[in-house]
């Protein structure tokens, strides 16, 4: 009998440290240790999401529109509101087709959704070479193809 989490988020969650252990390893000990927490965490939680989603696909789960909030895991952190919480849906948020403004004005203004696979490579491009949040924010700014307009804006939530 499970009390206190489900099976889908203790998988989630070993995925998210999964995350760490890979930006660990790609990283030196110090680049890993001077990257900002915000960074680390969003990677994670970023990794928990996406395999985590991909592995539950796989056994048959059946994916809700993307109109509804989907979170198997626990790990796409969509009631996220501040840079006071480093598990942010940062990395998520560019993939994802859910926008969490609905519930207010207080979380990001999320209007993308990336379909494109090269997101993934800009996300571990940073995941990689990025030590800076301000850094890893301008890259992708810069580097992600999608309406810069909307890009812009949910990339405020973070500066």
């Given at each position: ?26 990283n030196t ?128 939530s973070y500066?």
């Amino acid at each position: 009998m499970e009390t206190f989490w489900p099976t889908t988020m203790k998988i989630g969650s070993t995925l998210h440290e999964l995350g760490h252990m890979a930006q660990y390893n790609r990283n030196t000990f110090t680049g890993y240790l001077t990257t900002s927490n915000l960074l680390l965490e969003s990677w994670a939680s970023y990794v928990g999401w996406y395999v985590g989603e991909a592995y539950y696909t796989s056994l048959g789960w059946v994916k809700p529109p993307e109109t509804d909030y989907s979170n198997i895991t626990n790990q796409s952190r969509q009631f996220w509101m501040s840079t006071n919480d480093n598990y942010s849906p940062m990395f998520v948020d560019l993939i994802d087709g859910y926008n969490q403004r609905a519930r207010g004005t207080t979380y990001p203004n999320d209007n993308i959704s990336v379909t494109n696979n090269s997101v993934h490579s800009q996300i571990l491009y940073v995941a990689d070479h990025i030590l800076g949040l301000s850094g890893a924010l301008d890259y992708l700014q810069s580097n992600v193809d999608c309406n810069k307009t909307d890009l812009s804006t949910y990339l405020s939530s973070y500066r």
